[in-house]
């Protein structure tokens, strides 16, 4: 039998000292949890909470042709990021418009005291990282340079009091809008990490991503700055019921090859004034003609807890399967995303959920679950 080497963080080591529990994560070795899901999820809705992110992949996309050749491939507009400053994030799509992977772009322009070109940062999947890269390359113009960074790490702040953590670690970050994003220089010569307004709870914070000794100091100092606030390091767990609470989508679950980006109900992301990009036929004759099946959320009406894979019925008719479920540590309820025929969509549909070999009834309703 052969071993795979598990891939690992630079935080690594933290993890272990905190007591994580890690796992296994898409070839990654990453925590879990520190005391409990619960805990640390109530942490992020109350204090804030830090999340090692440094699987996701970083890649370096510039060059002459770099804007014509990310926007051609994107969803969404990348000219929001010149216009406003703010990162954009959008799908990358197959020609029938299923969906590759979900990712983030931040773009620097070209100044010419700083570089002779522009430069973006994308943040794609860890689960999609290779396959990403090598789809980025096949298409990628002789003017372009695509650069897959290595030996890097990235994490996220979230909760109520994140800001004024931040504010007193990283100066000008708090202060950036939502979506906002900075390139800091580090410590060493040619050194730089991103900080960008985002984040993947429904709380407020940033994400931040550089080399790998940078993100472990910048880590550490923020967990001294926010001990006094309640804030905690937090895994894969609660990451998983934080976002599942807001609706949002994770690739592998509720977006894939067979889904595209509106049965996901995601149209937000599409431009369709922006000009041609990959997929953007094959979406805009689903726009016209409607999809047959689509994403829907449900709350179960009774105890239980639904998970990925629960069926769903309608008047005694199956017709549906749970892409993410869990139960709703804010909301004291079972919540569930699920991809039924469309028809089953409309709010209030009364449906059942298979938990256990039980069907427990469940309502449709609108996202996201939690409202703060």
Same mark, same amino acid.
């Given at each position: 039998?052969? $071993?795979?080497?598990?891939?690992?963080s630079?935080?690594?080591?933290?993890?272990?000292?905190?007591?994580?529990?890690?796992?296994?994560?898409?070839?990654?070795?990453?925590?879990?949890?520190?005391?409990?899901?619960i805990?640390?999820h109530?942490?992020?809705? #109350?204090?804030?909470?830090?999340?090692?992110?440094?699987? $996701?992949?970083? !890649?370096?996309?510039?060059?002459?042709? @770099?804007?014509?050749?990310?926007?051609?491939?994107?969803?969404?507009?990348? +000219? +929001? *990021?010149?216009?406003?400053?703010?990162?954009?994030? @959008?799908?990358?799509?197959?020609?029938?418009?299923?969906?590759?992977?979900? =990712?983030?772009?931040?773009?620097?322009?070209?100044?010419?005291? /700083? /570089?002779?070109?522009?430069?973006?940062? $994308?943040v794609?999947?860890? %689960?999609?990282?290779?396959?990403?890269v090598?789809?980025?390359?096949? +298409?990628v113009?002789?003017?372009?340079?695509?650069?897959?960074?290595? +030996?890097?790490?990235?994490? @996220?702040?979230?909760?109520?009091?994140?800001?004024?953590?931040?504010?007193?670690?990283?100066?000008? =970050?708090?202060?950036?809008?939502?979506?906002?994003f /900075?390139? =800091?220089?580090?410590?060493?010569?040619?050194?730089?990490?991103?900080?960008?307004? *985002?984040?993947?709870?429904?709380?407020?914070?940033?994400?931040?991503?550089?080399?790998?000794?940078?993100?472990?100091?910048?880590?550490?100092?923020?967990?001294?700055?926010? %001990?006094?606030?309640?804030?905690?390091?937090?895994?894969?767990?609660?990451?998983? #019921?934080?976002?599942?609470?807001?609706?949002?989508?994770?690739?592998?679950?509720?977006?894939?090859?067979?889904?595209?980006?509106?049965?996901?109900?995601?149209?937000?992301?599409?431009?369709?004034?922006?000009?041609?990009?990959?997929?953007?036929?094959?979406?805009?004759?689903?726009?016209?003609?409607?999809?047959?099946?689509? !994403?829907?959320?449900?709350?179960?009406q009774?105890?239980?807890?639904?998970?990925?894979?629960s069926?769903?019925?309608r008047?005694?008719e199956?017709?549906?399967? #749970? #892409?993410?479920?869990?139960?709703?540590?804010?909301?004291?309820?079972? =919540?569930?995303? @699920?991809? %039924? &025929?469309?028809?089953?969509?409309?709010?209030?549909?009364?449906?059942?959920?298979?938990?256990?070999?039980?069907?427990? &009834? %469940?309502?449709?309703? $609108?996202?996201?679950?939690?409202?703060?």
């Amino acid at each position: 039998m052969t $071993m795979t080497l598990l891939q690992t963080s630079p935080l690594r080591e933290l993890h272990l000292h905190a007591g994580a529990k890690l796992v296994d994560f898409h070839g990654w070795e990453l925590p879990v949890q520190f005391t409990s899901i619960i805990d640390e999820h109530q942490a992020v809705r #109350t204090a804030a909470g830090l999340f090692d992110i440094s699987h $996701m992949g970083q !890649l370096i996309i510039e060059g002459e042709g @770099a804007f014509e050749f990310i926007q051609g491939l994107i969803t969404n507009d990348l +000219r +929001r *990021t010149f216009d406003k400053g703010l990162g954009v994030y @959008a799908h990358l799509c197959q020609p029938d418009g299923g969906v590759i992977d979900d =990712i983030f772009v931040y773009g620097l322009k070209a100044t010419a005291a /700083q /570089q002779s070109q522009d430069r973006f940062f $994308m943040v794609v999947n860890g %689960a999609t990282h290779e396959k990403d890269v090598s789809w980025l390359r096949k +298409r990628v113009p002789e003017n372009v340079s695509i650069i897959d960074l290595e +030996r890097r790490g990235g994490f @996220a702040i979230q909760g109520p009091k994140a800001l004024e953590i931040i504010r007193k670690t990283v100066p000008g =970050i708090a202060e950036l809008p939502r979506f906002g994003f /900075q390139q =800091i220089k580090g410590g060493e010569p040619n050194e730089t990490y991103w900080a960008c307004r *985002t984040g993947y709870t429904g709380e407020e914070g940033a994400e931040f991503f550089g080399p790998a000794l940078t993100i472990k100091t910048l880590w550490k100092l923020l967990q001294e700055n926010g %001990a006094p606030f309640g804030l905690k390091s937090c895994g894969l767990g609660a990451r998983d #019921t934080l976002r599942l609470e807001m609706g949002y989508p994770l690739y592998g679950n509720e977006l894939d090859e067979r889904h595209s980006t509106l049965q996901a109900g995601l149209e937000w992301v599409v431009k369709w004034n922006k000009g041609d990009f990959i997929g953007r036929d094959a979406l805009w004759k689903q726009k016209q003609d409607g999809v047959s099946t689509k !994403l829907l959320a449900y709350e179960l009406q009774d105890r239980g807890v639904p998970r990925g894979g629960s069926k769903l019925f309608r008047a005694g008719e199956e017709g549906g399967l #749970t #892409t993410s479920g869990t139960f709703s540590p804010s909301l004291q309820k079972g =919540i569930g995303l @699920a991809y %039924a &025929p469309a028809g089953w969509s409309v709010l209030g549909t009364d449906l059942e959920v298979e938990v256990h070999n039980k069907r427990v &009834p %469940a309502k449709v309703v $609108m996202l996201p679950f939690y409202k703060r």
